[in-house]
């Protein structure tokens, strides 16, 4: 698979340049992202988020989300995509 989006459906595990691997669950909007490194974190790693939005998942290029946090949401670009696989 070469693009997610929102309307997909289903669950898929994103990875990126940096090694780090995003769980989206299309069906109930979430997101959990598992860094490649515990050094370098962000808010929220390894918890489940809700998926506000899902801006662009298409691999080779940077994947863009906005995220429900406890302050409102929150706008994430990360790396580029390297692989898009659906789970189940």
């Not at 069906?27 to 988020?49: A, C, Q």
């Amino acid at each position: 698979m070469d693009t997610l989006e929102r309307t997909s459906g289903g669950t898929a595990l994103v990875t990126t340049e940096t090694g780090s691997k995003y769980l989206l669950d299309l069906d109930r909007g979430t997101v959990k992202r598992k860094p490649r490194s515990r050094i370098l974190g962000l808010f929220g790693d390894r918890e489940e988020l809700p998926l506000l939005e899902l801006g662009n998942c298409t691999v080779g290029e940077a994947l863009e989300m906005v995220l429900g946090t406890p302050d409102g949401p929150s706008p994430r670009r990360a790396s580029k995509v390297t692989s898009i696989a659906t789970i189940g």
